[in-house]
């Protein structure tokens, strides 16, 4: 997959990509280690509140952060925009995500809260085609799901990378105008 005149290998790549887009906007990007320890590019502040805005309730067990790989933020408010997963199980990594926009969207607070999943295809892992229909599968419960490869000989369409960085300027755009 090409973006501006260069080739995208590998998650990594893409997310160095998305966080230069994101941030043309007024987005910011942090990943798992970077919201759970203290990071000297970010105040305390910054990082309470994007992690606050994001935690799910679950009662008498406390609240707790999904097993996520991005999280997208506005910078002046620090309300989460989206979450994004990745994983190289395909399986797990889409059911996760799917868990998760099911708990995002059972609170009014969380609701907004964008969530898509990332599919690397390493090891030929989007050449099978029953892996390819349980990501159709779970693709209607979540905000997106996207490969790093393109993606026209696929039975079931799955979006490349450059459609989720489509998305996510729309997802920003409509976020700075909602009243929460």
Known sequence: MSKNNFVIENLDAFYCILKQEVEKFGARILDAE???KENENFSEIELDSVKRNFLVDFGESGFQLPDFDRVIYDAKNYEVIAVIFSSENLAWGIAESAYWKMKYDAVR?????KVCF??????????DEDKLTAIWKFKRELDGCYTLHENSEYKFEISSLNVLLDHMKIWIKNNSKVKR
């Open 34 to 36: 970077e919201i759970r």
């Open 109 to 113: 607070l969380t609701k907004h809260i």
């Open 118 to 127: 990332v599919a690397s295809g390493k090891d030929n892992t989007l050449d």
